[in-house]
């Protein structure tokens, strides 16, 4: 028989497992391959398929046309987790107002040490055709809002990163990326045409506490032909997305 110890490993292996699985979902992970997906977690077939099954039983993630998307129980304390935040308060008061404006998909992105994640969203009658949703995580530098977090770095902070935290192979050196920065801070703002996704150009402004660290971007995205048919207009767009990350910042003071 188990003693409390061994029921007690059992149980935080149990929702450690479940949390990956829940976050490689929310991160747009498909789970129809299930050899794959369980791989993609460091679990077997046969421990994912529970998983899938406890979860699915408790209304955490629905069955849909690429495996699983996460359930409304879920979405539901996800949301009361955020709406706690002054920021993410904050944040939803501006977005709809920043996607009005500029008739751009609007974004809240935060930075956990070297990635970002999109933490809300508003859509305008348009929608953007693109693979970024709520939850997604990505390399802080492949990002606008990644970009405009990074550019108030201190100087080693931000060596250390660029030496040891993103092995992809897109990674840019670290002179590289400082001389980017250094023009995102001149701008204060920062510009991406087509970088993250084809057709899909960005702007992306830092929000920032009472002692100036970025805690926060708000960001910008919508087809490049938009951005393209009005190329003088990229301070008229680039304007509404610092007013707002400047209005939050000085909420946030």
């Known amino acids: 028989m188990a003693n409390n110890s061994e029921r007690t490993a059992e149980s935080s292996n149990a929702v450690e497992r479940s949390f990956r699985l829940l976050r490689f ?27 899938i099954a406890s979860l699915e039983a408790l209304g955490l993630i629905v069955e849909d046309a690429a495996g699983h998307r996460l359930g409304l129980p879920f979405l539901t304390l996800a949301s ?9 308060a904050h944040a939803r008061a501006v977005l709809p107002t920043l996607a009005t404006l500029t008739r751009m998909s609007a974004y809240l992105v935060v930075r956990e040490g070297a990635e970002i994640v999109y933490s809300l969203a508003e859509v305008p009658d348009t929608p953007l055709v693109s693979q970024i949703r709520v939850g997604s995580r990505l ?39 400082s001389a980017r920065l250094s023009k995102v801070r001149a701008d204060g703002c920062a510009w991406s045409h087509s970088g993250l996704e084809a057709g899909i150009d960005s702007c992306a402004a830092p929000i920032v506490d ?27 767009l680039a304007q509404p997305v610092k007013r707002a990350a400047a209005q939050i910042s000085k909420l946030l003071a």
């Not at 979902?25 to 529970?50: C, D, F, H, K, P």
């Not at 009361?80 to 993410?88: K, P, R």
């Not at 108030?152 to 002179?175: K, N």
């Not at 100036?212 to 009005?230: D, H, K, T």
């Open 210 to 236: 009472a002692t100036g660290n970025a805690v926060a971007a708000l960001s910008i995205a919508g087809p490049s032909r938009l951005f393209a048919e009005r190329p003088e207009h990229d301070e008229a």
């Open 25 to 51: 979902i929310a991160e747009g992970g498909q789970t129809v391959n299930v050899s794959e997906t369980a791989r993609q977690i460091g679990v077997n077939r046969i421990t994912l398929m529970r998983l």
């Open 80 to 88: 009361a987790a955020l709406g706690s935040s002054d920021l993410i």
């Open 139 to 177: 390399p802080a530098y492949r990002a606008t809002p990644g970009l405009a977090m990074l550019a108030l770095l201190e100087h080693a902070e931000l060596e250390q990163m660029c030496s040891t935290q993103w092995p992809e192979a897109d990674a840019p050196s670290f002179d590289a990326l």
